[in-house]
């Protein structure tokens, strides 16, 4: 719960979810009320936090009467929305370099979501961790990144970008149909947030490309991120520590020590956090399980050995509690060509 109140969301986003309102005939004064946010943070460089956030977007959905309010702003962004780091996208070489630039400072634009970028059997996968899930509206801060992500993707590219789709973790909400035809295409009931291209589609050379801007862009982000404080994000390094010892996880007292901690203090600050170690460890088998499914040149009993697991009934026993379905059909399913 800490992070409710922790300054985190940069004031543009507010700023322009406040004018996309405004243009529906809803008043500012009627969209903060009760969001604890003063005009004067809307006239600076300051940052709402995750609450007020939450609140601003909890006045948009009742106001308008569309939860999909996170997909309609996310439709609406703009590269310059995103501050330095939006100009710092703009310069780069190609797409690669723009989402590895978007992945890795991401913290400047918020702290309750990571997002990784990872290439495998022919596609790039940009995985979204969620590191305040018990926040109001989550479901509209999940849509607004996902669909904020995808239109970057395809401003930076200046055209489509084949294949190119979000993937949910749950079941299909009444709002999307509404915006099915203007979004990437969207894929639901998949157990993963992401968003998936052709690897291919990273190579794409970016039209206003400035190697001189890129690197002065980057060395303020860093200084940005130190100012802020945004390198020490807990979850974040234990899960990037966890990816790289995908299917051998180490336990807590070779964890807490790669992380230059004991594992009591270690389990202690995962505790103000509401987490535990144990869960993340199995939240990332469960990722690793779900991504490597997807490789059709894997057998079934070839992703349990690499997984952990001493028999492949265990991985179909766990991979049906987690999704409802065996590992097959959700191959099936998900690789599918038909949207």
């Known amino acids: 719960m800490q992070k409710l109140y922790k300054d985190d969301v940069p004031v543009e986003y507010a700023t322009a979810l406040l004018q996309l309102l405004e ?47 996170g997909c ?30 978007w992945t890795g400072f991401l913290d400047l634009r918020t702290t309750t979501f990571s997002m990784q970028l990872s290439e495998r059997d022919g596609y790039a996968e940009l995985r979204v961790h969620d590191l305040a899930p018990r926040a109001p ?9 996902l669909t904020m992500t995808t239109r970057l993707c395809e401003q930076l590219a200046q055209r489509p970008l084949p294949e190119l789709e979000i993937w949910h973790k749950e079941s299909e909400p009444l709002h999307y149909a509404r ?9 639901f009931e998949t157990g993963l947030c992401q968003i998936r291209l052709r690897s291919v589609d990273l190579d794409t050379p970016l039209a206003n490309a400035n190697a001189i801007m890129y690197r002065h862009i980057t060395t303020q982000c860093g200084r940005e991120r130190a100012r ?36 009591r203090t270690l389990k202690r600050k995962l505790q103000r956090l509401g987490l535990n170690y144990r869960g993340l460890v199995d939240d ?5 399980v779900l991504r490597e499914v997807l490789n059709p040149m894997l057998r079934f ?6 997984m952990g697991y001493s028999d492949p009934a265990n991985l179909t ?13 959700y191959r099936a399913r998900l690789l599918a060509t038909g949207r």
């Open 301 to 306: 009993d070839e992703i349990a050995l690499r």
């Open 137 to 145: 509206m989550r479901f509209c801060a999940v849509d607004r990144l």
């Open 179 to 187: 915006y099915r035809k203007r979004m990437a295409a969207t894929r």
């Open 72 to 101: 309609q702003i996310g439709l609406h962004s703009a590269l310059t929305w995103h501050g330095l780091l939006g100009y710092g996208l703009m310069s780069c070489a190609t797409l690669r370099e723009a989402l590895q630039l």
């Open 284 to 288: 990332a088998r469960k990722d690793a």
């Open 228 to 263: 802020l404080r945004r390198s020490d994000d807990l979850v974040v390094r234990i899960m990037d520590l966890l990816q790289r010892h995908e299917g051998e996880y180490p336990g807590i007292e070779q964890a807490a020590g790669t992380l230059c901690m004991s594992s």
């Open 317 to 329: 026993r766990a991979f049906r509690r987690w999704t409802g379905e065996s590992p097959s059909q």
């Open 23 to 69: 243009q529906q005939g809803i008043a500012r004064e009627l969209a903060l009320q009760g969001t604890g946010i003063q005009p004067a943070q809307l006239q600076d460089q300051s940052r709402l936090t995750t609450h007020q956030d939450a609140m601003l977007l909890t006045n948009a959905v009742r106001l308008t009467r569309d939860a999909g309010i």
